[in-house]
């Protein structure tokens, strides 16, 4: 496996940030070359902070990261060449037109003019940005704005896409857009980090997978790995017959609009479906999404750092 992306130890420390308080903490992560892999975790988690280090825009404290064997802090001009970026915060130029947004930026990566021409008009087409090609940015809706960002970075012919929630804000048809874009690109064997809320959008598209909390990594793998790691790797719901409590036993339950979830085990799992069968009660099941292993995983971490209650006297 090549690598696109390896992280070791690596650590930040922003100026004035709390004593002790690091937005990375020891972080190592190996990413392929020629995927889409994702990085998710909550806000504040270090995201962001990794993709400026990885993109040559900020120091580590510690640590080392290299993108195609290119060391960011030595050899940071290797790095910058080869990768493109767009962070979660930004506007395109304001002054121009969409059109010349893109191609300006393709010319100024080195694409000659032909060339650079050629692969806006086909950005501009893949994300249904054609129609706003001689508007000026200035003039374009927020949600405009971020897809004329994704078509500049998607157009360009960097080896490494950082894309720090490409898809915030864009309605459900840019989105599925975008993510066919990110798909297609991978396709040409071209590496995509893709941050993200939507874990649907992290799971659909990603081939790994970094959980990162509190500047540290939790979990590593494919979907399917992640699956593997957690508590409870299935969720069952049934609708009727089942009380809350005979149900404790198989695992974590709650209740969800006309009956009961429960996330459990496998052989669990089989056992309820058995039952449900029994007593003629319809029942769904499945392995858990990507979100529901956030929530466990994420949800346990913040239940271990809350404060004991205090004993009642
Ligand atoms: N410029 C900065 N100066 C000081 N602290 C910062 C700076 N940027 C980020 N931080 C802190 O570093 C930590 C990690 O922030 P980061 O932006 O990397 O998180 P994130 O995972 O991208 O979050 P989000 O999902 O909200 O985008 C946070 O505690 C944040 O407050
Ligand atoms: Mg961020």
Known sequence: MSLAIRAEHLRKVYPHSPAGVAALEDLNLD????????????NGAGKTT?????????????????????????????????????????????????????RLYLTMRGLDRVDARRRTRDALDELSLTEYAHRSVARLSGGLRRRTLCAMVLASDAEVLFMDEPTTGLDPIARRQVWEAIRRTSREHRTIVLTTHYLDEAESLSTRLALIEKGRLVLEGSPNDLRGRVRYPYRVTVYGAFSRPELEPYGRVSEVEGGLLVFTREAEARELARQALERGVRLSMGPVSLEDIFLDVVGRSIEEEAPAEEAET
């Open 31 to 42: 990413i392929p070359t020629g995927r889409v892999y994702g990085l998710i975790g909550r």
């Open 50 to 102: 990794f993709v400026r280090i990885a993109a040559t825009q900020l120091a580590p404290t510690s640590g080392s990261l290299s993108v195609l064997g290119h060391d960011v802090m030595h050899e940071e001009r290797g790095v910058r060449s080869r990768i493109a970026c767009i962070p979660q915060e930004s506007r395109p130029l304001y002054f121009l037109t969409v059109e010349e947004v893109v």
